[in-house]
Nanobody, 130 residues
């Protein structure tokens, strides 16, 4: 069973940058897709981005395209989210998620990875001040 621990959340001004990290343990990290989601107060959880098991393919939510970058380091079992040009509406708890199926990444429809991202961390709070 995979364990995920997020870090890096803090208060940041609008327009600023922040990098979140997620450390994974408990299974072979390099076999699974990873992702990030966020949930703002009173809103549903929103998909942010995902990366396939070897780091070659990425998929982003529409609201973060061009501003956020997801990356992974399979040597130290971490996945990161670089967030630039942050907006106040980016205030949320950010969650790391791990895929459940080894070597699964649907290249023709990357959105199909979302249901497979079923293991979750506890989240890290990001607050963007205006």
């Amino acid at each position: 069973q995979v364990q995920l621990v997020e870090s890096g959340g803090r208060l940041v001004q609008a327009g600023g940058s922040l990098r979140l990290s997620c450390a994974a343990s408990g299974r072979t990290f390099s076999n699974y897709a990873m992702g990030w989601f966020r949930q703002a107060p009173g809103k549903e959880r929103e998909f942010v981005g995902a990366i396939n098991w070897n780091g070659i393919d990425r998929y982003y939510g529409d609201s973060v395209i061009g501003r956020f970058t997801i990356s992974r380091n399979n040597a130290n079992n971490t996945v990161s989210l670089q967030m630039n040009s942050l907006k106040p509406e980016g205030t949320a708890v950010y969650y790391c998620a791990a895929g459940l199926t080894p070597k699964f990444w649907p290249p023709m429809d990357p959105s199909a990875i979302l249901p497979d991202l079923g293991a979750w961390g506890q989240g890290t709070q990001v607050t963007v001040s205006s």
